[in-house]
């Protein structure tokens, strides 16, 4: 069965994106591969509001949280804790043979800077990890506050996921200090899974070179040596790489200021259906996200029967709650290609689902 995917990723793929991807194969040490690659560089630098390069990881973007884990952790890292994808770094960190301090917060509560700048001052800490956008609970941190107090720091590096903020919102990693950025594919850049991105800053860099057990694959060092060549350190994910190529193409025809717009005006547009119809966003007011919504189940739906319904007569479908929040919230995303018409052909059907539950 086809149906279009409304979860918080991976979500759906344009027919154009995924035609990129059928382009013939090129060698991945050839002239033609360095042309891709480094064709691509000026527009992601420039999305990702930065002076250094991006580097093009082929692995989900926690390859490269646990990557950069092993690149830049000498003492000890703090981990912000606020959601089950942030939890899960400190997990990472303690696997890799890491000292942490988890940093804990309730899902949905954003990530205190005052808190993190209480931890900070202690001074036994040589990196931070945060999370962004939390999707398990739909929770947007103040990452603007939190940079602020990371900056009176310099002996931290912080490392950073945008995975579902990435493209939707400006997300200024030199001007804020972010020294690792990290993103993944298949959330608001609409492409398919498989193809992390990773911009370091040259403290990040120095403080890799100094690390001896920090693996290859994801190796700081690697990529750097290899991104001056054009090229990657291991086999590339290339028709990912085509994909990101056209859709860099697509963000730059839109532009980019249209594109934030777009994602804060259907993010709206969700909000105020849910609220109309009972629905409480569960994350803390103000802090809810721009790419998807997660709305506590206030009317106690069946979420289960309602995606099931929506799946089989609407070819659609929607999150029924991420972790210990399954059938307590649902999640709605609006990020990627979606439009005002996707987003009320999709509001429309579940209103036509909800009813048919109802009459039951």
Same mark, same amino acid.
């Given at each position: 069965?086809?149906?279009?995917?409304?979860?918080?990723g991976p979500i759906a793929v344009s027919?154009?994106?995924?035609r990129?991807?059928?382009?013939?194969m090129i060698?991945h040490?050839s002239?033609?591969f360095?042309?891709?690659?480094?064709?691509?560089q000026p527009?992601l630098?420039?999305?990702?509001?930065?002076?250094?390069p991006?580097?093009?990881?082929?692995s989900?973007?926690f390859?490269?949280?646990?990557?950069?884990?092993?690149?830049?952790?000498?003492k000890?890292?703090?981990?912000?804790m606020?959601g089950a994808?942030?939890?899960?770094?400190?997990?990472?960190?303690l696997?890799?043979g890491?000292?942490?301090t988890?940093l804990?917060?309730?899902?949905?509560? %954003?990530v205190?800077?005052?808190k993190?700048k209480?931890?900070?001052a202690?001074?036994?800490?040589?990196?931070?990890?945060?999370?962004?956008n939390e999707?398990?609970?739909?929770?947007?941190?103040? $990452?603007?506050?939190?940079?602020a107090?990371v900056?009176?720091?310099?002996?931290?590096v912080s490392i950073?996921?945008?995975?579902s903020?990435f493209?939707?919102?400006p997300?200024?990693?030199d001007?804020?200090g972010?020294?690792v950025?990290?993103?993944g594919s298949?959330k608001?850049?609409?492409?398919p899974?498989?193809?992390? $991105?990773?911009?370091?800053?040259?403290?990040?860099l120095?403080r890799a070179?100094s690390i001896?057990d920090?693996?290859y694959?994801?190796?700081?060092?690697?990529?750097?040596?290899?991104?001056?060549?054009g090229?990657t %350190?291991?086999? %590339?994910?290339i028709?990912?790489?085509?994909?990101?190529?056209?859709?860099?193409?697509d963000?730059?025809?839109?532009?980019?200021?249209?594109?934030?717009?777009?994602h804060?005006?259907?993010?709206?547009t969700?909000?105020t259906w849910?609220?109309?119809?009972?629905f409480?966003l569960?994350?803390?007011e103000g802090y809810?996200?721009?790419?998807l919504n997660c709305?506590?189940?206030?009317l106690?739906?069946?979420?289960?029967a309602?995606?099931?319904?929506l799946?089989s007569?609407?070819?659609?479908?929607?999150?029924?709650?991420?972790?210990?929040l399954?059938?307590t919230?649902?999640r709605?995303?609006?990020?990627?290609?979606?439009?005002d018409?996707?987003i009320?052909?999709?509001?429309k059907?579940?209103?036509?689902?909800?009813a048919?539950?109802?009459g039951?």
């Amino acid at each position: 069965m086809s149906y279009k995917l409304f979860i918080p990723g991976p979500i759906a793929v344009s027919e154009k994106t995924l035609r990129a991807m059928a382009q013939p194969m090129i060698g991945h040490r050839s002239t033609d591969f360095v042309a891709l690659y480094q064709s691509i560089q000026p527009d992601l630098q420039a999305l990702v509001y930065t002076r250094d390069p991006v580097w093009l990881s082929t692995s989900s973007a926690f390859g490269s949280m646990e990557g950069a884990i092993r690149n830049l952790v000498k003492k000890k890292v703090l981990c912000c804790m606020n959601g089950a994808f942030a939890d899960k770094w400190n997990d990472v960190a303690l696997r890799c043979g890491k000292q942490t301090t988890p940093l804990k917060f309730e899902w949905g509560q %954003p990530v205190d800077p005052a808190k993190v700048k209480a931890e900070l001052a202690t001074g036994a800490y040589d990196a931070i990890t945060l999370i962004h956008n939390e999707t398990s609970c739909g929770c947007m941190s103040d $990452l603007a506050a939190i940079m602020a107090v990371v900056r009176e720091f310099p002996e931290v590096v912080s490392i950073v996921d945008t995975v579902s903020s990435f493209s939707a919102l400006p997300i200024k990693k030199d001007e804020l200090g972010i020294d690792v950025f990290i993103t993944g594919s298949q959330k608001a850049l609409a492409l398919p899974p498989g193809l992390s $991105l990773i911009s370091a800053s040259k403290k990040a860099l120095e403080r890799a070179a100094s690390i001896a057990d920090r693996g290859y694959y994801f190796d700081f060092v690697e990529f750097q040596k290899n991104h001056e060549n054009g090229m990657t %350190p291991s086999t %590339p994910v290339i028709p990912l790489i085509y994909a990101l190529k056209s859709k860099l193409a697509d963000i730059k025809a839109e532009g980019a200021d249209v594109r934030y717009a777009r994602h804060a005006r259907l993010n709206q547009t969700v909000r105020t259906w849910a609220f109309a119809k009972g629905f409480k966003l569960f994350p803390k007011e103000g802090y809810g996200s721009v790419t998807l919504n997660c709305f506590a189940n206030t009317l106690n739906v069946d979420l289960a029967a309602l995606n099931k319904l929506l799946k089989s007569k609407h070819q659609l479908v929607i999150d029924g709650g991420y972790g210990k929040l399954k059938g307590t919230t649902f999640r709605i995303s609006n990020m990627g290609d979606e439009t005002d018409e996707t987003i009320a052909a999709l509001l429309k059907a579940i209103d036509s689902a909800l009813a048919e539950l109802g009459g039951k």
